[in-house]
């Protein structure tokens, strides 16, 4: 039962902040591009939430992930106000926002292939699906520059906002850089966690 309330705070909190940020965001083609995700995933998880139910620390991840992607399309992430908070305090020459969304972009990914191999059986060893879920997680970060440059393509100087470089010509690298970390962070810091809601799961299920 208090799972089930901390779920249901979780979608009632990430919905009202997907309302409001939708009512009057920076740039509304931006504000789709960024969310897009979400509204992706968010079906998935409500279809295969019951016969496939993630962790409490996964859901709760996701949910933050969300968020994140959520403040971004508002703003964008050049313009976020926390970002610019970190950038005079660390006195950097720009808004660091968007290192936090590529972070939660290699950290979340890698939770939930992790979580996906070892639940389904799909492998046994403890390293190769660390390994395994890292690789994923590089891929979508990779998959992710990809949609980038194409919409950049498409939209030309249109898709500035989206692409929140703020002139830096080593974005794409520092972007899956940090992708890359947040995988790491997940690996090193979260996997026993993530084990021990695993086991759990298992007892019930």
């Known amino acids: 039962m208090a799972r089930d309330r901390l779920l249901w705070v979780l979608v009632i909190g990430v919905l009202a902040a997907l309302i409001a940020s939708g009512i009057a965001p920076y740039d509304r083609a931006t504000w789709?591009?960024?969310?897009?995700?979400?509204?992706?995933?968010?079906?998935?998880?409500?279809?295969?939430?019951?016969?496939?139910?993630?962790?409490?620390?996964?859901?709760?991840?996701?949910a933050l992930h969300a968020l994140v992607l959520i403040a971004g399309g508002a703003y964008t992430y050049a313009r976020v106000p926390a970002g610019?908070?970190?950038?005079?305090?660390?006195?950097?020459?720009?808004?660091?926002?968007?290192?936090?969304?590529?972070?939660?972009?290699?950290?979340?990914?890698?939770?939930?292939?992790?979580?996906?191999?070892?639940?389904?059986?799909?492998?046994?060893?403890?390293?190769?699906?660390?390994?395994?879920?890292?690789?994923?997680?590089?891929?979508?970060?990779?998959?992710?520059?990809?949609?980038?440059?194409?919409?950049?393509l498409a939209m030309g100087q249109g898709a500035d906002e989206f692409l929140g470089t703020q002139g830096d010509p080593w974005d794409t690298q520092s972007d899956m850089f940090f992708a890359l970390l947040g995988a790491m962070f997940a690996l090193a810091m979260l996997s026993r966690w993530q084990d021990r809601q695993i086991r759990k799961m298992d007892l019930r299920m």
Request: charged residues 15%.
């Open 84 to 152: 610019f908070w970190v950038q005079h305090l660390f006195d950097l020459s720009r808004n660091p926002y968007d290192k936090l969304g590529h972070f939660m972009q290699g950290l979340v990914p890698t939770l939930v292939a992790r979580e996906i191999l070892l639940r389904r059986g799909y492998l046994t060893s403890k390293r190769m699906t660390g390994l395994l879920s890292l690789c994923v997680a590089m891929a979508v970060s990779a998959f992710y520059e990809l949609i980038e440059w194409w919409s950049a």
């Open 32 to 62: 789709l591009m960024e969310v897009a995700p979400l509204l992706i995933a968010a079906p998935i998880l409500f279809a295969t939430g019951r016969r496939f139910p993630l962790t409490t620390l996964l859901y709760c991840l996701i």
